[in-house]
């Protein structure tokens, strides 16, 4: 077995802690709830539900009709072939051959998604606009489940799970590289076991293997974007082991599982790192993927240095650039972000020291080797660590959702407490013994519209029809022609596509990778 002794003791004492309400009636605080109002709960899912089918509308309607580039083009235009060439590390289909670089990431869950419909006749733009709002709902749900794990108000819960599935990292790449946000978007499904099994609600074992094959939606399209986010894991069953909430049996089994469901991508990579050229030594530089990473950027959720850049005129990513430029936007996931903050410093549940640790660490690794005007001493050096030997942790704002889910999670846990304080009778005495005065209720609630004003703000970049670069209703005829040619020539040797360019951006969309390299 994978777990603890029968609950006893402090275990169990907190398990029935969990469950208890205030004496006088009024709402408990996280981690103490009572059976949440059942006018509260049917309100809270039709809200609920409601915010997914606007976001899904949304975005099933941006740019109608029209495919355009969600990590690789091969996933909408030849998945099946895509997938059984992920098989092999060469490719001879790209350039003069090719190693194929996170290929074998896709075999599991993007690429089978989008074979799957794409075979039953789904169109292609259709199944990318599915994905977008697949990823989107399992973010916002799953962290909106951990809220509710902890104790939080109903309402609370369901505006925090926006409050994450909205961030700015999510939303700049929900429609441009979501492979990347993937992992981030199943971490809260990952940690809900772990709640439960550390308040007593789920046996260990069964929470340790929910835990890992919940995590092995992540994907491994990047070795990075994967492993970065199990950090909150790691920290908060390290702490349950070391608190002797859970066993050292329960930890190590669980860490075993994990290892076990990502070894598919790590034996992978490890065989490509065994034959690749240096690449890191060709692209961006530790000074370049810091540079947006400062303290406020971090807090926000926008020191992805991507988000800032501009070609010709034309936003690399759309969403990306908003969350970083618009001013209501960017005032909106500022407040936010100071509110989840504040939140989680006031929260007092079973989770208070894992989830402090978690985010403090997070704010670390994505900011430490920042440099600017108040660059710490560790900046340089660091920087010279992530262009050396820490070559492959340096897109630090990979370690997003290590700050982000603890971040969203104080947000819950401000909004309940807010809640409780609007709720309270007049002349009742709340937790901080003072008397609720009205101007205090009425104060709370302005609050409450407030931050709930600001997580639909930061929808903005959605509801504006900016998450995709330029798209294509169909590959032009001539590609085709072309393809179709080559078939027919006997010749071997390479095809010069002239004018060279370092990605597929064209007049009529842009596919990133070449065209013909999906149509051979």
């Given at each position: ?221 990047n070795g990075t974007a994967t492993f970065a986010p199990s950090v909150l894991l790691i ?218 004003a600001g997580v639909a703000t930061m929808a903005g970049p959605v509801a504006a029809g ?55």
């Amino acid at each position: 077995m994978l777990g603890p002794r029968p609950y006893s003791g402090r275990a169990m004492q907190e398990t029935q802690e969990h469950h208890a309400t205030r004496s006088d009636g009024g709402p408990a605080r996280p981690d103490r709830p009572g059976r949440p109002d059942r006018g509260d709960a049917r309100r809270a899912v039709v809200l609920t539900v409601t915010a997914y089918v606007v976001l899904a509308v949304l975005i099933l309607t941006e740019k109608f009709g029209q495919t355009t580039s969600d990590t690789r083009l091969d996933l909408t235009n030849a998945p099946g072939d895509y997938l059984r060439s992920t098989l092999t590390l060469w490719s001879s289909q790209v350039s003069l051959g090719e190693l194929q670089n996170q290929a074998y990431g896709y075999l599991w869950p993007q690429g089978p998604f989008f074979a799957g419909l794409i075979e039953v006749g789904v169109a292609p733009w259709v199944t990318e606009r599915l994905w977008s709002v697949l990823v989107l709902v399992v973010a916002c749900e799953g962290l909106r489940r951990v809220a509710l794990a902890l104790g939080c108000h109903v309402g609370a819960a369901a505006v925090a799970g926006l409050a994450y599935g909205l961030s700015p990292r999510m939303v700049a790449e929900l429609g441009v590289r979501s492979a990347e946000i993937l992992p981030g978007a199943v971490l809260p499904w990952a940690l809900l076991p772990i709640v439960y099994a550390v308040t007593g609600r789920l046996a260990p074992w069964r929470a340790a293997l929910l835990s890992a094959a919940a995590f092995a939606f992540s994907g491994g399209v990047n070795g990075t974007a994967t492993f970065a986010p199990s950090v909150l894991l790691i920290v908060v069953v390290a702490w349950a082991v070391l608190s002797r909430r859970l066993t050292w049996r329960f930890g190590l089994g669980w860490a075993g599982l994990m290892v076990a469901v990502n070894a598919w991508w790590a034996v992978s990579l490890v065989q490509f790192g065994a034959y690749s050229p240096p690449f890191f030594d060709f692209v961006e530089d530790a000074r370049t993927t810091t540079r947006t990473a400062g303290l406020s950027n971090t807090l926000r959720g926008t020191s992805n240095w991507v988000d800032y850049i501009v070609v010709g005129g034309r936003r690399w990513w759309p969403a990306g650039y908003d969350v970083s430029f618009d001013a209501w936007v960017v005032l909106a996931s500022g407040v936010v972000a100071a509110v989840g903050v504040l939140g989680l410093l006031r929260y007092r549940g079973v989770l208070r020291v894992p989830l402090l640790l978690s985010a403090a660490l997070g704010i670390v690794a994505v900011s430490i080797a920042h440099t600017g005007p108040l660059a710490g001493p560790l900046a340089q050096p660091l920087q010279d660590l992530l262009d050396g030997p820490l070559a492959p942790l340096r897109n630090v704002p990979k370690a997003d959702p290590v700050l982000r889910v603890p971040v969203s999670l104080g947000v819950a846990v401000l909004l309940t407490q807010l809640v409780a304080l609007v709720r309270a009778r007049p002349g009742a005495q709340p937790r901080d013994e003072r008397r609720t005065s009205p101007g205090r209720r009425i104060a709370a609630g302005g609050v409450v519209a407030a931050i709930v004003a600001g997580v639909a703000t930061m929808a903005g970049p959605v509801a504006a029809g900016n998450l995709r670069t330029p798209g294509w209703s169909a590959l032009p005829d001539y590609w085709q022609a072309t393809s179709d040619y080559l078939d027919e020539t006997r010749d071997d040797g390479a095809v010069w596509v002239v004018p060279g360019s370092g990605f597929g951006i064209q007049t009529w969309g842009w596919t990133m990778e070449e065209p013909l390299q999906v149509l051979g």
